[in-house]
């Protein structure tokens, strides 16, 4: 069992103590769990402006919420979500398991990878701030589209500077990973012996190297139109809103698969565990997560068939988008294949993985609707698509996080956590998931409007239980907070192996030439 912290990890005899210790740590461990508790708590955040609108929402009329505080909290409900919550929870966990997965003794950057996060708390804070400067944050949505981001106030600038702040702890950190995983693995560990989750995390990084400086340069592009007179998105001085879209939207759709990708590599690295076997169709799986990462670079503007395109780059948008769902299909079936006739048991990071993939295939199946393009003029920025990539990013993302954190955490902190309140929490998550936003489907297809705070009568039966579900999901989550706080205060020891039956190298000593995703062979079931 892995010690917390220690020597052996890069803690330096003199290494000051207490608070002191946290701030200026290069211990990628230390380095890993401040990513984490920043990413929680910052889901919090998001969680309860995500309360505000489903309160707001609960009936026909305005009750709570003003319509420009309504459109304060869906833009920044998204923004903390996606650039706060998954995206930094998903680099603590490279941060933890890279090194110990390919047998580094850190990250190969440890002082650029104590500055990455430490960026972190003040683009966070700065989105948050925006919330309360004249004006507020609402111009634009999460998308910051002009005219509307171009005429907001100092919140929308608040906001591009969060934006460059946290662009920067991410290219960073993708630098940082990419060194280590290519040169800094054990010997005998080659690129294709590594376990899936590095394979992800590798192919990710390079994704967001890629992307995240044309986020970089859209916005501040727009700051330049908002402050120093020129006319990029100005159509009234030869500027063009619409190509902030297209610029936009070259990085936002490969940061779904940036947010969606490590998702793979944890229900990948779980689901053999608990089935006793080994992952079925490793190499497909390595250039299936390639393919989906190349694909994804082609597709952006399926976000735009109601912006006026072509028919001949509607049908290009259209079938690139349906070919991504093949690599997708090919991890799926893989992930089958390997539960299939194995000696599978369902712990609670079983079930979340199990969980991930049922309604990630939902999400997958929605999207493929949403990538037609007679549907998606019908269905376009209407709810069926907040269903969707709810359906992908709340149940594919946040499951394989809460997945992962189940999975590790008994190495983490040597304790096990309570398995029976880890099951409550599953069910009472997927119960409510599917109540909040498997309705937004109907309330979609029947026409309702996204971030709009009233609405038609016909639309209230289904938005009173969808925000039901809002609540009840939410006071889940405080749940996961009380067990993850009791596994890492005591409790019951952990075993060497916690997963009894399956062998990887995570539970043994590195390095070690053996390949990572090797199993003992099943017991023979009757």
């Known amino acids: 069992m892995a010690a917390v912290h220690g020597d052996a ?18 211990n990628h ?32 009329g305005i009750q709570i919420l003003e319509p420009e505080l309504f459109n304060q909290f869906t833009t920044l409900h998204g923004l903390i979500m996606v650039f706060g919550a998954i995206m930094p929870a998903f680099v603590g966990f490279a941060n933890w398991q890279v090194p110990l997965m390919i047998g580094a003794p850190d990250m190969a950057f440890a002082r650029m990878n104590n500055w990455s996060f430490w960026l972190l708390p003040v683009a966070g804070s700065l989105l948050v701030g925006s919330f ?20 907001g ?18 290219i960073m950190g993708s630098i940082n990973i990419i060194t280590t995983i290519l040169n800094m693995r054990a010997p005998g560990m080659t690129l294709m012996k590594m376990p899936m989750f590095v394979w992800t995390w590798l192919i990710t990084a390079y994704l967001l190297v890629l992307v995240m400086p044309v986020l970089a340069g859209v916005v501040t592009m727009l700051l330049t139109d908002r402050h ?32 969606i990708l490590p998702a793979f590599g944890i229900v990948s690295e779980i689901i053999p565990t608990f089935s006793r076997k080994p992952l079925f169709g490793y190499s497909s799986m390595v250039y299936a997560t390639a393919s989906i990462a190349i694909l994804s670079c082609v597709v952006w503007a399926h976000h735009m068939f109601t912006a006026g395109m072509p028919a001949v780059g509607q ?10 769902a093949v690599p997708t299909a090919v991890k799926v079936f893989n992930w089958t294949a390997t539960m299939w006739r194995g000696s599978m048991t369902f712990e609670t990071p079983m079930l979340f993985a199990i969980g991930f993939i049922f309604l990630f295939v939902i999400g997958g ?15 376009q920025d209407t709810y069926y698509v907040i269903a969707h990539f709810h359906y992908v990013l709340v149940s594919g993302a946040l499951f394989s996080l809460f997945a992962g954190a189940y999975y590790w955490m008994p190495k983490w902190t040597g304790n096990m956590y309570n398995e029976t309140l880890g099951k409550w929490h599953f069910w009472l998550s997927m119960f409510f998931f599917n109540l909040t936003f498997f309705v937004q489907h109907f309330l979609g297809l029947a026409g309702m409007p996204r971030r709009i705070p009233d609405y038609n009568l016909q639309f209230a039966d289904f938005n009173m239980i969808s925000s039901i579900g809002a609540f009840g999901f939410g006071l889940t989550q405080l749940l996961f907070l009380y067990i993850m706080i009791s596994c890492i205060r005591g409790g019951e020891k952990a075993a060497d192996k916690p ?25 023979i079931v009757k």
């Not at 199946?365 to 269905?379: N, T, W």
């Open 365 to 379: 199946f929605s999207g493929v609707i949403c990538a037609i393009v007679p549907i998606d003029i019908q269905v």
């Open 315 to 324: 049908l290009f948008f259209m079938y690139a988008t349906m070919l991504i």
């Open 153 to 170: 106030g100092l919140g929308v600038d608040l906001m591009i500077f969060a934006i460059h702040i946290l662009g920067a702890s991410s």
């Open 499 to 523: 997963w009894d039956g399956a062998t990887t190298l995570e539970w043994t000593h590195l390095p070690c030439p053996a390949p990572y995703h090797s199993f003992e062979k099943p017991p």
């Open 228 to 259: 120093f007179g020129t006319s990029f998105f100005n159509a009234a001085g030869g500027g063009d809103p619409v190509m902030f879209q297209h610029i936009f939207w070259f990085f936002g759709h490969p940061e779904v698969y940036i947010m």
């Open 9 to 26: 990890h890069g803690h330096d005899d003199h290494h000051p103590s207490g608070i002191m210790r946290w701030v200026t740590t290069t």
């Open 132 to 151: 309360f400067v004249p004006g507020g944050a609402a111009a634009g949505g999460w998308t910051f589209y002009p005219p509307l981001s171009t005429q």
């Open 29 to 60: 461990k230390d380095i890993g769990s401040m990513y984490l508790w920043f990413s929680f708590t910052m889901f919090l955040i998001g969680g309860f402006l995500a309360m505000g609108i489903r309160a707001e929402l609960y009936q026909p």
